[in-house]
C-alpha cells in the first residue's frame, strides 16, 4: 500500500520554464513533507519541506505547495536549469524519524 | 561539499568476507540513519540511532551490524552477505526529532 504516490515516473521541461512535480499522500497523519533531489550513484539532496501547518514555502527557485483537503503537494521549479535533470524524491513523516518516501519522477531539463 | 562523508565509495566483496562501512558527520545531529537504495527505488530505511542508542531496526537481518562509537561516526559491519544485497548503502544524519535528514555520498555495494 502506496502511503506516498508520485504517479509521473518522468518529466520533460524545456529550460528556463517552470517544472511541476507532483505527490500525493493517503495518510492524514502525516505532519511534515520533504522534496530530495537525487543524481545517479549520489545520496539523495534534501532541497525543500513544508510543515502541515502552512500550505506554502519558498527558498530561491524552489516552492512547494500543500493542499491538506486534496492531500497534494507539489515542487514548483523556476525557471528550470539544466542541473535540474534528477530524480526527485517526495517524502512524507509522521515522526519517529520515519519518512515515507514516493518512487521518484526523473525530471529532464531540455536546453 | 557533504557534510556527511562515507567511506569507502564503492566495494566488492565476496559472500564470506567481513566488511565495514563507515559515515561521519559534521554536522553536530544527534541522529544517524542507515538506508539501502535499489536502483530505480527509492531509499529503504535500516537502522536509526538517536544519543548513539540504536532506536530502530526495520527488521534487518542480523548480516548487517551496526555501530554508533560516538556522536560523529556510524559504521556499519557486513558479514556473509548475499548477492541480493548489492545496492547503494547511504547514510544520513539529522536533529534528534528532526524530518530533514542529510545523506551522505553512499557507498556502491557488490556482493559476488
Known amino acids: 500500500d502506496q502511503q506516498v504516490k508520485q504517479n509521473s515516473p518522468s518529466l520533460s521541461v524545456q529550460e528556463g520554464r517552470i517544472s511541476i512535480l507532483n505527490c500525493d499522500y493517503t495518510n492524514s497523519m502525516f505532519d511534515y513533507f520533504l522534496w530530495y533531489k537525487k543524481y545517479p550513484a549520489e545520496g539523495p539532496t534534501f532541497l525543500i519541506s513544508?510543515?502541515?501547518i502552512k500550505d506554502k514555502n519558498e527558498d530561491g527557485r524552489f516552492t512547494v505547495f500543500l493542499n491538506k483537503s486534496a492531500k497534494h503537494l507539489s515542487l514548483h521549479i523556476v525557471p528550470s536549469q539544466p542541473g535540474d535533470s534528477a530524480v526527485y524524491f517526495c517524502a512524507a513523516s509522521a515522526g519517529n524519524y520515519q519518512l515515507i518516501w514516493g518512487a521518484g519522477t526523473k525530471l529532464i531539463i531540455k536546453p | 561539499d557533504t557534510e556527511v562523508t562515507q567511506t569507502p565509495k564503492h566495494l566488492v566483496m565476496g559472500m564470506t568476507n567481513k566488511k565495514s562501512l563507515k559515515c561521519e558527520q559534521h554536522m553536530g545531529h544527534r541522529a544517524m540513519y542507515w538506508y539501502k537504495q535499489k536502483a530505480k527505488k527509492p531509499p529503504e530505511l535500516m537502522f536509526v540511532?538517536?544519543?548513539?542508542?540504536?532506536?530502530i531496526n526495520e527488521s534487518v537481518p542480523s548480516r548487517f551490524s551496526p555501530e554508533c562509537p560516538n556522536s560523529s561516526l556510524l559504521n556499519l559491519h557486513l558479514h556473509a552477505l548475499q548477492p541480493e544485497d548489492s545496492a547503494l548503502y547511504l547514510c544520513a544524519s539529522s536533529q534528534v526529532g528532526g524530518t530533514e535528514a542529510f545523506f551522505g555520498q553512499g557507498t556502491r555495494l557488490t556482493v559476488v
Open positions: 513544508i510543515s502541515s
Open positions: 540511532y538517536s544519543y548513539e542508542k540504536l532506536s
